[in-house]
């Protein structure tokens, strides 16, 4: 387990806390801890990862823009600690390390308290294909998560918004299919004449 707070960014204030071996960092709506992407500008889609092998937690920069920053240095990989500092990007959204709980070193994910899902330990970004297909499955997985997931009072607007963004992206990507739709039929119509 590890237990993220966000310092500075759209979310300062934010807790988080994470049970599963690889968590996603960036921008992008799919992301474990995603940044707002209208607001949190320094950090790329898919800035870097917490990837938790042999059961130390590695911080990954996954090829940003803008470089990933632990406790002031540009790294591309490191260990991290209890009380460590990342920022995404110089001026960035920041994170500190709140706490490191003990995790036995397997790709097994360590037991999740009730009512929170764990996500896939096996799902692998680097080794396993992602097809359009996944990521939905994916969004609409995480959408029930939120739904069902009864958030301490201290997270509720942490899950409300969640909601919102969720809420928000699921718009944006169906106004996206409606005008590829819509220039497709254009395109066809004037082949067809």
């Known amino acids: 387990m590890i237990r993220l707070r966000q310092t500075k960014g759209a979310d300062a204030g934010r807790e988080l806390e994470f ?13 474990d801890l995603n940044f707002d992407p209208e607001v949190d500008l320094d950090a790329s889609g898919r800035h870097a990862e917490i990837r938790n092998e042999n059961g130390r937690y590695l911080l990954v920069d996954a090829g940003s823009r803008n470089g990933t920053w632990l406790n002031g240095q540009r790294i591309k990989h490191a260990a991290l600690d ?7 990007g110089r001026g960035g959204p920041k994170i500190l390390i709140a706490s490191v709980g003990s995790q036995p070193g397997s790709r097994e994910p360590a037991a999740c308290p009730p009512a929170v899902s764990c ?18 499955e994916d969004l609409a997985s995480r959408s029930t998560d939120l739904r069902s997931y009864e958030a301490p009072p201290h997270e509720k607007a942490t899950s ?8 928000s992206t699921t718009f944006l990507w169906g106004a996206a299919g409606v005008l ?9 119509s004037g082949t067809l004449q």
């Not at 209890?82 to 995404?88: M, N, V, Y």
């Not at 590829?180 to 066809?188: G, K, W």
Request: glycine residues 4%; charged residues 25%; without cysteine.
């Open 19 to 31: 049970y599963q071996d690889l968590i996603r960092i960036g921008r992008m709506p799919d992301s």
């Open 82 to 88: 209890e009380g460590d500092e990342i920022e995404f």
């Open 119 to 136: 996500p896939d330990s096996k799902f692998d970004p680097l080794v396993m294909p992602v097809t359009t297909a996944t990521r939905l």
């Open 160 to 167: 409300s918004q969640a909601r919102t963004a969720f809420r």
């Open 180 to 188: 590829l739709l819509t220039a497709l039929v254009l395109i066809a």
